[in-house]
């Protein structure tokens, strides 16, 4: 399946619940997190999922696709809170170890 950047600009909110759902928390965890209800948490996620062009069938794992859509369209950024290192480490002229896709 194609990853497709957005084809609309996401709302605060589903920016909100998409990096949420990046940290790997659920529909139910993310409404107590946001003050909203479940409902309105699902509805975000297929409304971003549809944004992305992302499908739901019986192959496809909707939240993982959402996720790397919404890492592939905001970048690397989306999962800092996760503090996994990243892997584009360069070696500076200093010796140092430089990113410069995360800068």
Do not use: W
């Amino acid at each position: 399946m194609d990853i497709t950047i957005a084809n609309r600009e996401l709302t605060p909110f589903e920016k909100l619940v998409l990096g949420l759902l990046c940290e790997g928390k659920s529909n139910s965890a993310i409404a107590a997190q946001t003050s909203h209800t479940e409902k309105v948490v699902e509805n975000t996620v297929s409304r971003s999922a549809k944004a992305f062009a992302i499908k739901s069938d019986a192959d496809t794992n909707t939240r993982v696709l959402l996720a790397l859509a919404f890492r592939t369209h905001y970048g690397d950024s989306a999962f800092d809170k996760l503090q996994v290192e990243c892997q584009h480490f360069e070696i500076d002229s200093d010796g140092r170890s430089i990113c410069h896709r995360h800068d």
